[in-house]
């Protein structure tokens, strides 16, 4: 509308027109007016009828946005405030977060503990997590180097962000049971079965902490490093879905965190039964002794060599009672008692089932496996370097003879030759796995759909050392370690969430936070957002063969229809954009 407002001057009242519109900030608000463009004063003008109609124009094609956007100010400077590149990607991630209520959960814990910080943590919280996403990196670093997010700014100081990460090292495991019963609002979540494991992340210091309950201490690394390590115990449900995270010292054996971490996961979900999911490391029959006397149930892998696996051994042999389903496939599946212990501590005679499996993938992968052993054991022996078995060490054998007589008399001398029983025993595990389970009523199919969803739990493993750079690097305080994976378990479980929910559409971590990052818009003048086109950048690479599907614009277009959201055109008002991200939701 044309505004002609009188105003008092020095040399007399003159009017001053301008066009205005009107808007809402916020859906319910109040009514409010922004000028889009002042002319000036009606009675500084040589034609005032001309500058009238001029004015009338303008203000006929208000509603479309491309008439305003046609005036720019050409002496603007390129680092001004308002030419700021901001990300709208996040707000994808920010819609799961508020799913899972934990502003709600951080206000009310502030409360109750009475806590007297004067930084609001619930933001940093936040702020923290969907840069861990969008752009993981050192506190610091995501700190002052993080990218700029539109209409969420959070006023942060380092020695802030450091109180907090105390805090949620403290309040972790009650955010864990808060999201995982905000999440069992939202979506089906089976509790029959947890999918446990663990893996470790080094730090490269010298020497591990003085102190046996701090953390980092030497272990058994999954990369074989002699560095000192932290141990993280992962549970997850047949969704993929976090359900708890640990921290463990790493000098603890991985056998000895399955009660008490079992015992929490029961506790927070209020679960009377669980059966667990687990690889042959954590099968123990201690383990086994306790799950069956809490009335749980078990699905293990199982060791087929060495001594635990020798009473396998007649079953393997004996080809004839195997059901052959095709030349790649055939299993043997039979019930067997062994010894327990009740919880009282007194002998027991318990029952259960197990799955021998036999696949020629696996038996193809031992072959080359064996093989390459072989090859490096016979190049150590021409290169005379025993001492670096590098795993390769039991397929040697070692005499000791005399030099001149082949007796063992003092002046002796060691050689080694290739243990030729030894590989002749491997191959005849070559392809052959084996499941344990203590429900007597599953069948082979059964059996193994449960045991083939622990790759879940591996690809969350792969999912936080890659996609978000989970290693603790620059950390050293074992409350600051710990609610970092606090931080990391809240990161997976949205990106798991969206997984889930996006279904046959899903992308993987990669494409999702490549997508995300290239969600960018500028504010313009008039209250107006100018978005900058999601496309992928421009390269030299010519090939035809690429996939279409990994295009960016189509991943925008399937997260789009994913979170009922419609980001087509250039140039949008604030109030229109507001009501897009409020109606924001994922299918």
Not at 451 to 456: I, P, R
């Amino acid at each position: 509308m044309i505004r002609q407002d009188k105003r008092n001057l020095k040399n007399g009242i003159k009017t001053y027109i301008r066009v205005t519109e009107g808007y809402r900030p916020s859906p319910g608000a109040k009514p409010k007016q922004r000028t889009v463009k002042s002319f000036g004063y009606l009675e500084d003008q040589d034609d005032p009828i001309a500058f009238m109609k001029k004015v009338e124009e303008f203000n006929k094609g208000l509603n479309r946005v491309e008439r305003i956007v046609q005036h720019y100010d050409m002496d603007e400077k390129m680092n001004d405030e308002n030419n700021r590149i901001q990300n709208y990607g996040y707000m994808y991630l920010n819609s799961i977060y508020n799913i899972l209520k934990i502003d709600e959960f951080v206000d009310s814990y502030v409360y109750r503990e009475k806590l007297r910080i004067k930084y609001d943590l619930k933001s940093i919280i936040r702020y923290l997590v969907i840069q861990r996403i969008m752009n993981p990196a050192s506190k610091r670093r995501t700190l002052y180097e993080g990218i700029d997010l539109y209409e969420f700014c959070p006023k942060i100081s380092y020695d802030e962000l450091c109180r907090s990460l105390d805090i949620v090292s403290i309040m972790g495991n009650e955010l864990q049971a808060h999201t995982r019963k905000a999440l069992d609002e939202f979506m089906p979540v089976d509790h029959t079965y947890a999918y446990y494991d663990l893996t470790n992340y080094f730090f490269e210091i010298d020497c591990e902490d003085e102190a046996e309950e701090d953390l980092r201490h030497r272990g058994v690394s999954k990369e074989h490093r002699v560095d000192p390590i932290v141990e993280l115990s992962l549970v997850m449900d047949a969704n993929g879905c976090p359900l708890q995270v640990e921290t463990h010292p790493g000098n603890t054996s991985e056998s000895t965190t399955v009660i008490p971490v079992m015992n929490k996961v029961k506790e927070t979900l209020g679960l009377q039964r669980l059966i667990l999911v687990a690889d042959k490391g954590l099968n123990t029959t201690k383990n086994i002794d306790y799950l069956q006397n809490n009335g749980d149930g078990y699905v293990f892998s199982q060791i087929v060599k060495g001594t635990r696996g020798r009473r396998f051994m007649k079953y393997i042999e004996d080809k004839s009672d195997w059901t052959v389903v095709s030349h790649r496939y055939r299993f043997r599946l039979f019930t067997e008692e062994f010894n327990g212990k009740d919880e009282n501590g007194n002998p027991v005679i318990r029952k259960r089932k197990v799955l021998l499996y036999w696949t020629l993938e696996r038996a193809l992968r031992d072959q080359h496996k064996r093989e390459e052993k072989i090859r490096k054991a016979n190049k150590a022996d021409i290169n005379k370097v025993y001492g670096l078995s590098h795993g390769y060490g039991d397929l040697f054998n070692e005499h000791v003879i005399n030099k001149q007589t082949g007796e063992v008399l003092e002046n002796t001398k060691r050689i080694k030759t290739l243990n030729e029983e030894k590989i002749e025993s491997l191959e005849f595990y070559d392809g052959v796995n084996c499941i344990i389970t203590g429900e007597l009523d599953y069948d082979e199919n059964k059996i193994r759909e449960v045991y083939g969803n622990l790759w879940m739990i591996e690809d969350a493993f792969r999912i936080s050392k890659t996609n978000l750079s989970a290693r603790p690097v620059f950390l050293q305080t074992k409350n600051h370690i710990n609610a970092h994976f606090q931080l990391c378990f809240m990161s997976v479980l949205i990106l798991r969430i969206i997984k889930f929910k996006m279904g046959n559409d899903h992308l993987t971590v990669e494409r999702l936070q490549k997508v995300l990052n290239k969600c960018n818009l500028i504010e313009a003048k008039h209250g107006l957002l100018y978005f900058l086109p999601v496309l992928r950048s421009q390269n030299i690479i010519t090939d035809k063969k690429l996939d279409n599907d990994d295009n960016i614009e189509c991943d925008f277009d399937k997260l789009q229809r994913s979170f009922n959201t419609s980001f087509e055109k250039k140039y949008l008002k604030k109030e229109d954009f507001k009501n897009i991200i409020l109606n924001m939701s994922i299918a």
